[in-house]
């Protein structure tokens, strides 16, 4: 009677290992994943050189939201209200924007800033029928959003294209959007 219940006391921590193996497995599969916008270079990333260090700029779409991401090393001042977005579709425009420092701070104000990570939330609003963001390039244009000993860093029109990458945590691969306001 013993060796009946310790072979079933076994299967059951077999069958409990398998079960949980596959709801871990499920959970990672369903999760959202973020699109990666890419430079009309083709790279991911681009690195802006300044005399207070250099700045990474990398852009993602996730669930709908654009986000655009400075790295920053060394200090700089920023000034929210500067930041300038256009598309080459005039019937795409930004709705809304928030820009946190190390996504915990909200920026409000023009203010200091050194050796963090600058998060630019945009949210999208389309008008018109048929507009394919696959197809559509985001301009972020010269301003003074953020400036290195009062010199701007963005001297030069940052030009992400709006085809997107899906990234996972084992592949990556193309996956356009859908078109919005199909007719």
């Known amino acids: 009677m013993r060796i009946l219940l310790t072979t079933t006391n076994?299967?059951?921590?077999?069958?409990?290992?398998?079960?949980?193996?596959?709801l871990v497995i499920l959970l990672v599969?369903?999760?959202?994943?973020?699109?990666?916008?890419?430079?009309?270079?083709?790279?991911?990333?681009?690195?802006?050189?300044?005399k207070c260090g250099?700045?990474?700029?990398?852009?993602?779409?996730?669930?709908?939201?654009?986000?655009?991401?400075?790295?920053?090393?060394?200090?700089y001042e920023i000034n929210p209200d500067s930041l300038v977005i256009s598309f080459d579709d005039d019937r795409v425009s930004v709705f809304k924007v928030t820009h946190t420092k190390d996504?915990?701070?909200?920026?409000?104000?023009?203010s200091s800033v050194s050796n963090c990570h600058i998060k630019v939330e945009l949210f999208l609003h389309t008008t018109g029928k048929d507009v394919d963001m696959n197809k559509m390039t985001m301009y972020v244009l010269p301003s003074k959003y953020l400036t290195c000993e009062n010199s701007p860093v963005l001297s030069d029109t940052l030009k992400l294209s709006m085809?997107?990458?899906?990234?996972?945590?084992?592949?990556?691969?193309?996956?356009?959007?859908?078109?919005?306001?199909?007719s």
């Open 29 to 50: 599969c369903s999760c959202d994943t973020s699109f990666w916008l890419t430079f009309k270079d083709g790279t991911k990333q681009q690195v802006l050189q300044t």
């Open 163 to 182: 085809g997107s990458y899906r990234r996972s945590l084992f592949w990556e691969k193309v996956k356009p959007r859908p078109v919005v306001n199909p």
């Open 54 to 75: 250099h700045v990474t700029v990398d852009a993602n779409e996730f669930r709908g939201i654009f986000y655009i991401t400075f790295n920053l090393s060394g200090e």
């Open 10 to 22: 076994g299967g059951n921590k077999g069958r409990q290992f398998s079960i949980s193996l596959i």
């Open 103 to 110: 996504t915990e701070n909200v920026i409000l104000a023009k």
